[in-house]
T-cell receptor, first 112, second 113 residues
Framework: DTAVSQTPKYLVTQMGNDKSIKCEQN?????MYWYKQDSKKFLKIMFS???????INETVPNRFSPKSPDKAHLNLHINSLELGDSAVYFC???????????FGSGTQLSVL | KQEVTQIPAALSVPEGENLVLNCSFT??????LQWFRQDPGKGLTSLLL?????REQTSGRLNASLDKSSGRSTLYIAASQPGDSATYLC????????????FGTGTRLTVIP
């Protein structure tokens, strides 16, 4: 009965590969997010999506793309992975954009 | 641009002590402020959400206060326990939209049995 679940928990891959991280929420929330947490533990928003509007942080490379098949899912696709993409990626959701955020447990991506 | 600072970066206390974690922000025009805890290898768990019109929120042994005019929030933890050991982050929202939520870098709390 996990509220926000993301898979895989760990992802190790080679430079240049394409990978996806899946996220699902069963809270009935209308807004989902992807965050990146770097080695210094700083959380940076990448995307938010509320089935009407996709907001992209302009600093995110276009190799990153969110895909939402329905309001309960927001997957993250990454093309041509680079060493600097290594980080922990968190999915989150909320009801509206001003309410409490609920986070998944994170996906630790290591690019070799 | 909103900047959120949490000092100290790390704090160790003996079990049973009351403690205060600090969060400072530069722009007082906020919608709300949220405190989270993050356990190693885990996601963030929301602890308390204070709306801009509120001065404090309480949940169990936790009490969060908000002083917008001075750009400060504190998280008070009473009778600390080893299970409280985690990183505590505050996040300030200045508007709707995900790009308007700003996180601090956290305070890593260790409660020593």
């Amino acid at each position: 009965d996990t509220a926000v679940s993301q898979t895989p928990k760990y992802l190790v891959t080679q430079m240049g590969n394409d990978k996806s991280i899946k996220c699902e929420q069963n809270l009935g929330h209308d807004t989902m997010y992807w965050y990146k947490q770097d080695s210094k533990k700083f959380l940076k928003i990448m995307f938010s999506y509320n089935n009407k509007e996709l907001i992209i942080n302009e600093t995110v490379p276009n190799r990153f793309s969110p895909k939402s098949p329905d309001k309960a899912h927001l997957n993250l696709h990454i093309n041509s992975l680079e060493l600097g993409d290594s980080a922990v990626y968190f999915c989150a959701s909320s009801q509206g954009s001003r309410e409490k955020l609920f986070f998944g447990s994170g996906t630790q991506l290591s690019v070799l | 641009k909103q900047e959120v600072t949490q000092i100290p970066a790390a704090l160790s206390v003996p079990e049973g002590e009351n403690l205060v974690l600090n969060c400072s922000f530069t722009d007082s025009a906020i919608y709300n402020l949220q405190w989270f805890r993050q356990d190693p290898g885990k996601g963030l768990t929301s602890l308390l959400l204070i709306q801009s019109s509120q001065r404090e929120q309480t949940s169990g042994r936790l009490n969060a206060s908000l002083d917008k005019s001075s750009g400060r929030s504190t998280l008070y933890i009473a009778a600390s326990q080893p299970g409280d050991s985690a990183t505590y982050l505050c996040a300030v929202r200045i508007g709707t939209g995900a790009n308007n939520l700003f996180f601090g870098t956290g305070t890593r709390l260790t409660v020593i049995p």
